[in-house]
């Protein structure tokens, strides 16, 4: 679910470089591939939604964040900042936690 919207955003941000009209959007591979990747993730999420509790599925989702900083970091050569890197971790440690509490 997260890695899917994750790389849905990660071309939406490369198609977009290449839009300067109606034209170019329509014909923009990337934009598509982003699509393909947003809705595979929300059926994910469905999926889920039917089989564990919503608080588990959505604390799950906030691993989005993960993967993107992920994506960024490696394929757009982003600039990482330390508050950056203490946001993410404060995510892992929230969805640790919210495992831990499923697993009981």
């Known amino acids: 679910m997260g890695i899917s919207g994750s790389f849905g955003a990660f071309f939406f941000k490369k198609g977009s470089k290449k839009i300067k ?41 906030t691993l989005i964040y993960v993967w993107s900083f992920i994506l960024a970091l490696i394929l757009l050569k982003e600039k990482i900042s330390i508050y950056k890197i203490v946001g993410i971790s404060l995510i892992i440690i929230g969805v640790i936690f919210s495992a831990l509490n499923y697993l009981k």
Do not use: D, E, Q
């Open 21 to 61: 009209s109606i034209k170019t959007f329509l014909f923009n591979s990337y934009v598509y591939i982003g699509a393909f990747f947003y809705v595979l993730a929300s059926i994910l999420n469905i999926v889920l939604l039917r089989k564990l509790p919503y608080i588990t599925v959505i604390s799950f989702g």
